[in-house]
């Protein structure tokens, strides 16, 4: 069983920046392919963006790419999130999951089995 939890949620300013933690326990982090996706109340959660096994390969969704970095520490089971720039339209609820399947994650939902509780966002203009 994989349990993984967000931190670093908060409220900024558009322009501003925010970097999200995801801690993780049980099973073996480092097989695993990592990935961030975020959802906006009555909507569907979105990919945003997926670390592999050793950090080697990452992918962004467009709407976040050139602002957000992700990286992981196999050593301490954590995987972040820093997010420059930040504008309104990034306001939601962010998750990490774990994709125990592969060490490289999709952008597809229902590869995952273990998600975090989320960690609000909210960027005021």
């Known amino acids: 069983q994989v349990q993984l939890v967000e931190s670093g949620g908060g409220l900024v300013q558009a322009g501003g920046s925010l970097r999200l933690s995801c801690a993780a326990s049980?099973?073996?982090?480092?097989?695993?392919?990592m990935t961030w996706f975020r959802q906006a109340p009555g909507l569907e959660r979105e990919f945003v963006a997926t670390i592999s096994w050793n950090g080697g390969s990452t992918v962004f969704a467009d709407s976040v790419k050139g602002r957000f970095t992700i990286s992981r520490d196999n050593a301490k089971n954590t995987m972040s999130l820093e997010m420059n720039n930040l504008k309104p339209e990034d306001t939601a609820v962010y998750y990490c999951a774990a994709d125990v399947k592969s060490g490289y994650g999709t952008k597809f939902l229902d590869q995952y089995d273990y998600w975090g509780q989320g960690t609000q966002v909210t960027v005021s203009s």
């Open positions: 049980g099973g073996t982090f480092s097989n695993y392919g």
